[in-house]
């Protein structure tokens, strides 16, 4: 069965410091990768994903996740955090061994907390 | 770009009464949907898959007759919460995807459930 842990529930970063989120997976095969941030009281707006090819993968508003095939990871960066950064992102694991309705499945979440 | 609209975004309703949710994909055909709730600070948990034309595919735990699931097009999937109870107060979200494992999810707004 796939999973994702998100090991940190909280990260606190200064504006204009480099930012991590962490992201472990587990699944039987090669995986599809999501990062997506959610606003209060508002769905999840996607991020980035990997899917094959380059492990950097880039992403909206400056976002960028790397793949490490070999720690099972996807660790969600950013070079200059912003205040507007704030908010809470999920990491998402889909098998794409299985057909197009495949599940999603969702870490637990990070908060994340930009201070001026 | 692939728009998901959810209506409605907030509902109160009694205890013992029917409240539907509706998932429309404005852009683009969804061949599936999927359904989550999520609970305060925490993260999305899946409810149902939803395939258009067939009957969703139910996560363990998940009550299929106190949850219905619809998905009658390629660009609507409704959501009915029967007899609604204080317990079932939560925020729900849709998603769709285009049709392929290696596509993101996009996702609606989310519908306040408040039963009371």
């Known amino acids: 069965a796939q999973s994702v842990a998100q090991p940190e529930d909280q990260v606190n970063v200064a504006e204009g410091n480099p930012l991590t989120v962490k992201c472990t997976y587990s699944v039987s095969g090669n995986p599809y990768l999501f990062w997506y941030v959610q606003y209060p009281n508002r769905g999840l707006q996607f991020l980035l994903k990997y899917i094959t090819g380059d492990n950097l993968v880039k992403g909206s508003y400056g976002f960028e996740a790397e793949f490490n095939k070999s720690q099972t990871s996807f660790h969600l960066k950013k070079p200059s955090a912003l205040v507007s950064d704030s908010a809470l992102y999920f990491c998402?694991?889909?098998?794409?061994?299985?057909?197009?309705?495949?599940?999603?499945?969702f870490g637990s979440g990070t908060r994340l907390s930009i201070r001026p | 770009g692939a728009v998901v609209s959810q209506h409605p975004s907030w509902v109160i309703c009694k205890s013992g009464t029917s409240v539907k949710i509706e998932c429309r994909s404005l852009d683009f055909q969804a061949t599936t949907m999927f359904w989550y709730r999520q609970f305060p600070k925490q993260s999305l948990m899946l409810m149902a898959t939803?395939?258009?034309?067939?009957?969703?595919?139910?996560e363990q735990g998940v009550e299929k007759d106190k949850f219905l699931i619809n998905h009658a097009s390629l660009t609507l999937s409704t959501l009915t919460v029967t007899s609604a109870h204080p317990e079932d107060s939560s925020f729900y979200i849709c998603s769709a995807t285009k049709g392929q494992s290696n596509t993101e999810a996009f996702f609606g707004q989310g519908t306040r459930l408040t039963v009371v």
């Open positions: 998402a694991v889909r098998d794409p061994q299985y057909s197009s309705a495949s599940k999603i499945i």
């Open positions: 939803s395939n258009e034309g067939s009957k969703a595919t139910y």
